[in-house]
């Protein structure tokens, strides 16, 4: 059974930084595509960050310049460095996993931006 396990989060001032990981277990297969999305409270989910099998990345407008996105496909594993925070941010953060058209998803990672 696939598990997605995220790790990081935590609470932070404006301008500060944190890091997100995130890994799969229960599978050898590799992953195609993973990153994050995130929802605050009165919000729809959004995309944060996304990351293919090859490399290819996109980012949400709302993180673009801000957030970085990279993974070992060796390791299954994704993280993100999310610089220059702001309050807008503050949301719960859902890792993500793609294999056969089928996403499996994290717990969720509470991230507060507050001064």
């Known amino acids: 059974q696939v598990r997605v396990l995220e790790f990081g989060g935590g609470s932070v001032q404006p301008g500060g930084s944190l890091k997100l990981s995130c890994v799969v277990s229960?599978?050898?297969?590799?992953?195609?595509?993973m990153g994050w999305y995130r929802q605050s409270p009165g919000k729809e989910r959004e995309l944060v960050a996304g990351?293919?099998?090859?490399?290819?990345?996109r980012y949400g407008d709302a993180v673009s310049g801000r957030f970085h996105i990279s993974r070992d496909n060796a390791k299954n594993l994704v993280e993100l460095q999310m610089n220059d925070l702001e309050p807008e941010d503050t949301a719960v953060y859902y890792c993500y996993a793609g294999a056969g058209g089928i996403n499996s998803w994290g717990q969720g990672s509470r991230v507060t931006v507050s001064s």
């Open positions: 229960g599978t050898t297969s590799m992953m195609e595509g």
């Open positions: 990351i293919s099998r090859g490399g290819m990345r």
